[in-house]
């Protein structure tokens, strides 16, 4: 995953042509627990960097999930309404949230694989 990028709230970008697909990480679904619910942004939504743009229910607890790139969200992987548990078993690959048809280039401050290792380890 050379070409994926990672942000401090525990989201990952990978870009997919002119799309940037979005998720969670491992070790965010790790920390939330079996997940039971999502809630997806509405396609054609415009997003800022940082914005809470999806919600996703655990049974330990809900949290944000944020936008790490600024654009329009052009597709939401309808897959995880009727399959949540995705996010849990295939977090980088099948259980995407949404892909951003991004407004510039990828923020500065997203990091490679190794160095989002070496932030989770500070946690």
């Known amino acids: 995953m050379t070409d994926t990028k990672f942000s401090k709230d525990h989201e990952w970008v990978r870009l997919d042509g002119g799309a940037a697909i979005v998720g969670i990480t491992d070790h965010a679904q790790n920390a939330l627990g079996d997940v039971v619910f999502v809630d997806l942004p509405e396609i054609g939504r415009e997003v800022a960097v940082g914005e809470a743009i999806a919600v996703v229910e655990s049974v330990k607890a809900a949290s944000d999930v944020y936008a790490p790139l600024a654009g329009r969200v052009v597709e939401v992987n309808s897959a995880l ?43």
């Open 81 to 123: 309404v009727d399959n949540p548990g995705l996010i849990n078993s295939e977090p980088t690959a099948e259980g995407w949230f949404f892909k951003i048809e991004p407004n510039g280039p990828l923020p500065d401050d997203l990091m490679d694989e190794g160095k989002y290792a070496a932030f989770v380890e500070t946690l």
